[in-house]
Nanobody
Framework: QVQLVESGGGLVQAGESLKLSCVTS????????VTWFRQAPGKEREFVAG????????AYADSVKGRFTISRSNAESTVYLQMNGLKPEDTAVYYC?????????????????WGQGTQVTVSS
């Protein structure tokens, strides 16, 4: 059974940084995609960044390119999302999700494992 546990959210001011963590278990993640999505109140869940675990290929939403970095630790079975230069529009619940395969999909319906989410709030 796939398990994903996010942490690291919080309240910060615009321009500050946060690092989110997603601890993974229950699947051979070396053959998986792990992706961060976010959902703001009243909005649809949207793709933020994705990682192909075994090769390290990454993909980012245009809105976060140059500010966010997705990475992994094989030893800790953890995927990270380093968020720099945070803006009020980054405020959302951030979710970690996984799917098997080799393609970083940007639609939530393509993923079959989800974490519970962690709240990120950026004040202006």
């Amino acid at each position: 059974q796939v398990q994903l546990v996010e942490s690291g959210g919080g309240l910060v001011q615009a321009g500050e940084s946060l690092k989110l963590s997603c601890v993974t278990s229950g699947r051979t993640f070396s053959s998986s995609i792990v992706t961060w999505f976010r959902q703001a109140p009243g909005k649809e869940r949207e793709f933020v960044a994705g990682l192909r675990w075994n090769q390290g290929n990454t993909a980012y939403a245009d809105s976060v390119k140059g500010r966010f970095t997705i990475s992994r630790s094989n030893a800790e079975s953890t995927v990270y999302l380093q968020m720099n230069g945070l803006k009020p529009e980054d405020t959302a619940v951030y979710y970690c999700a996984t799917r098997t395969g080799i393609t970083i999909q940007t639609t939530p319906g393509s993923y079959d494992g989800w974490g519970q989410g962690t709240q990120v709030t950026v004040s202006s």
